[in-house]
């Protein structure tokens, strides 16, 4: 499976317009920017922390 080209991505932008409308795609960007975000930071500061034993009892 190869990398996305010109094309592909177009067609996608396309059909995500038509889905979405145009003055929806905005924040479904920043959503989805947000997310991806956050959960770098969450994977960041889970390998921060040291894994430890859960007391059961």
């Known amino acids: 499976m190869g990398r996305f080209g010109t094309t592909e991505l177009m067609v996608i932008f396309g059909i995500a317009v038509l889905i979405f ?4 795609l905005p924040q479904l960007g920043k959503a989805v920017g947000q997310t991806i ?8 500061k889970a390998e921060a922390e040291p894994l430890t034993e859960r007391e059961e009892g």
């Open 37 to 44: 975000g956050n959960f770098k930071r969450s994977i960041s």
């Open 21 to 24: 409308g145009p003055t929806k």
